[in-house]
């Protein structure tokens, strides 16, 4: 897919160019604000990756510019601070997702691949299919192959993430994120302790294993 | 040095009150002085008008039933008193001669007058004199000193300016006196203020003395050098801290690196250990900016109600199994609709530290619980555990930046846990302690009371 980097550091936007352009992406790189709104309000990207403090007007202002311009492309910020106040002025400014520097490789390519995809699965699809495996999200039911699995909210909420992201990577960290709402890193195996208890119930005894571990990188649910 | 204050006490604020002051008291005492004056002047005169009034009538009396001769010796009779004497007499006839009296003839006049008399002795004296018509055209001139109410009025003079230059001159003696007191005492305090600038973080101001509002300023005063030193202190450790703790993974980095220089082909085990030891040292900023940021205050105007109940129980939720792999006991005693003012994530971040380190730092089978309830209207927190505990000694020190157990110095952490949860407690006005439990090791957050006075 076509994404737009803006990052006025050289030598990691080198790094992040090689990083996206061997997954696949086509990316145009730019290092001043004034540059992504120009290359920005085209419209033709997939996903915008904005570093915020860019010196002049930055990826905050950026942003802003072109949400009012009526841009609606998925947005990244990329960031180097890590307060919270970064984060909610991000989300403010209109972006989608945030990611504090640095980074790992797959961090920043699972990210951007849940970004790109956003749209297609709306909150008003209200079952979730994975080969046998269903999630019913209003009465809050999982079966496989018939058979009736009885989960935890918080496991529920975790398949149900991950079934709205099947076939993506999603990390740790976006799982901790978005099911539990920890934007910190926790030092017990939080994401493990229940990803075992969710096998467990969803994969154990059904023949095929839908959650894969994609090692270094976080987890896949593949159909 | 601060030695502006050091001069002489004329230019002291008591001196200059003190001058002020003696001022004050003599312009009051002039129009005290012209006051009394006008009062008297009015008086003497309303009694000197009434005498010679009286007299006139008398002598008018005499006149009229006894004649002429009747008249002369009623003042006779007066005038034999002497030096007593009150009043002077003229009497004339309708061509102007003088009948009888010592007056000068000028003050044959009728009416209300003023007039001045050579006295035997040359000096001259102002007198009022009073003209009465008789029947038969005689005048009758009645005339009296005006000395006593003069002498009055001269002696009240005398003692008003004595006064005031007395009061003026006690007034600058005291504030003279009052300004060398006060700049000794205040010297004090400023050789002090010099020695602190020099460098003596232990030196204190001394009590001024005076009244309790200079005491409890100096007191004041000695609080904040206390916070400030106890702050400077506290920031020279942490930055010595920093650079300690950092050493140790930096060193093993460079170790790995060096490795990596010499195998061939590079081994991808290596690659991730080095990257751990970088992810290691990233995890040490990334703690301890979020202390600073939460000690600075920062954050605290983005503040809502949280429902410290709902966010405890997904918190336990998320690590009850957690707890159960690595067999813990988690339970939790959470009070429901415990609402506190403060910030969801920061408060999440809190509330997981205390968890994960009662099950990182306690051994296998260790109960760990977690409880939420109201006390004297304010939220509490507690999570205890029934593990081997910590020393009283070392309970203040653990929410020290870096500070660590020895039992625990060879688990894996920043050493910084605490030490936000600390941060994070401050930012929340929330009072942290460590209770004294039989058996094993308890944090309690005590909460401001969200609505006072219900």
Known sequence: MKILLLEDDEATRAHLERLLRAAGHVVDACATGQDAIFLGSSGDYAVLILDRMVPGLNGLGALKALRAAGVRTPALFLTAMTGIEDRVEGLEAGADDYLAKPFAASELLARVNALARRPPIAETVTTLQVADLTLNRIKRTVTRGGTRIDLQAQELKLLEYLMLHAGEVVTRTMLLENVWSFHFDPRTNVIESHMSRLRAKVDRGFGQELIQTVRGAGYRLDG | ?454
């Open chain 2, 1 to 454: 040095m601060a030695d502006a204050l050091r001069s002489a006490p004329i230019r002291s604020a008591a001196f200059r009150f003190a001058l002020l002051l003696g001022l004050v008291f003599a312009v009051g005492a002039a129009a005290l002085l012209l006051v009394v004056q006008q009062q008297i002047d009015g008086y003497a005169r309303e009694a000197t008008d009434g005498g010679l009034r009286a007299e006139a009538a008398i002598l008018k009396g005499e006149y009229a039933q006894l004649g002429l001769s009747g008249l002369t010796d009623a003042m006779d009779r007066r005038r034999e008193l002497g030096e007593e004497a009150q009043f002077r007499y003229l009497l004339s006839d309708a061509a102007g001669r003088r009948l009888y009296g010592d007056l000068p003839g000028e003050a044959a006049r009728p009416g209300w007058n003023t007039i001045e008399v050579i006295e035997e002795n040359a000096t001259s004296e102002t007198m009022t004199s009073l003209g009465t018509r008789l029947p038969d055209g005689l005048l009758l001139v009645i005339a009296t000193d005006n000395f006593d109410v003069r002498n009055m009025r001269d002696r009240l003079l005398r003692f008003t300016l004595l006064s005031g230059v007395g009061i003026a001159l006690f007034a600058v003696l005291g504030g003279y006196l009052t300004g060398r007191l006060f700049l000794r005492r205040l010297d004090r305090v400023n050789l002090a203020v010099d020695r602190i600038i020099e460098g003596d973080r232990s030196e204190r101001l001394p009590m001024i003395g005076f009244g309790p509002e200079f005491d409890a300023l100096a007191r004041n005063l000695n609080r904040m050098l206390d916070r400030n030193t106890a702050a400077m202190e506290a920031l020279r450790q942490v930055s010595t801290d920093i650079a300690h703790d950092l050493r140790t993974p930096l060193t093993r980095l460079h170790q790995r690196l060096e490795q990596m220089r010499e195998s061939e082909p590079i081994d991808p085990a290596m690659v991730d250990e080095a990257l751990g030891q970088t992810d290691e040292i990233l995890a040490t900023f990334q703690a301890l900016l979020r202390i600073g940021t939460a000690e600075g205050g920062v954050g605290r105007q983005r503040f809502r109600s949280v429902d410290l109940s709902e966010l405890m129980d997904r918190i336990h939720l998320a690590y009850e199994p957690v707890a159960e792999d690595a067999e813990h006991g988690l339970t939790a005693d959470h009070q429901a609709g415990v609402v506190v003012n403060g910030d969801p994530e920061l408060l999440a971040q809190l509330l997981t530290n205390l968890i994960e380190n009662a099950i990182v730092h306690t051994p296998l089978g260790t109960r760990i619980v977690s409880r939420l309830y109201h006390r004297d209207g304010r939220p509490i927190v507690e999570i205890s555990d029934d593990g081997p505990g910590v020393p009283v000694h070392e309970r203040e020190k653990i929410f020290r930046r870096f500070y660590r157990l020895d039992v625990s110095r060879s688990t894996k952490g920043t050493g910084l846990g605490l030490a936000l949860v600390a941060a994070i407690a401050a930012l929340h006005r929330a009072e942290l302690d460590t209770p004294d439990e039989r058996t094993g090791f308890s944090v309690r957050l005590t909460f401001p009371d969200l609505y006072p006075g219900q």
